[in-house]
């Protein structure tokens, strides 16, 4: 959301000529949030600097992207600043990306408030992620997890639940990694399987599940694909299980 926020407005500068238009965009996201959800908590989630285990694991992971304006580095520390004077705490961790600390929270608070809801009738009971990135489409569960994502700049966004991820992904959300897996990503410089495209991944594991299912199928020769499907993903089973 804070490359969101500075990609989407024009630059700002403040009065003693720093950029800020990453801080104004961030802050307005944060009080937008506040108003249209009234949550009960609010934390905010950060990249750490340096490698993740991902880039010890393949090196050659996000290393297409280009480098991170000076301008927006700057931003990075006064964004910080500005959460914690709002009171919301910031949690990062070094070796992983936010997505992890977010996906660690949200099953974390999942599990509190089923604690809570069989102990007392308190109604907490769903997790609202707010982010731009569709990878975390794959926490979205039954309605205690949802995402919501900026559709038009920073004033606009969109609620995806269970349903909402098939019509646009094609899979429901526990299966958006074995779909990664099999599709690869371009943003994230991983390969999945060569020359299995989404609309492929998206008929494989509709009809055979699960990336495990498949495999085990075609290693058993109990297939009815292609010969051209079938040595793709069999030249492409080790790439599969590291994308």
Known sequence: ???RAYHALPPMRSPDGKSVNAVYGFLSMLIK????????????AFDRPGPTFRNQMYAPYQAQRPAVDDDFISQIIMVHEAVKAFGVPIYECDGFEADDVIGTIAEQATEKFKTQNSMSKQNVDQVIIITGDRDILQLVEDDKVVLFMPTKGLSEGKIYG??????????????????????GDPSDNYPGVPGIGPKTAVTLLTTFGS????????????????QGVL?????????????
């Open 33 to 44: 949030i506040q108003h249209e959800f009234h949550p009960s908590h609010i934390v905010v």
């Open 162 to 183: 269970e349903k909402d991820v098939v019509e646009r992904l094609g899979v429901i959300a526990k299966l958006i990694p074995e779909y990664k897996a099999l599709a």
């Open 231 to 243: 040595e793709k993903l069999k030249h492409g089973k080790e790439s599969a299980c590291l994308s």
């Open 1 to 3: 959301s804070l490359h």
């Open 211 to 226: 990336l495990d299912a498949l495999y085990k199928a075609v290693d058993g020769g109990k297939t009815t694909l292609s």
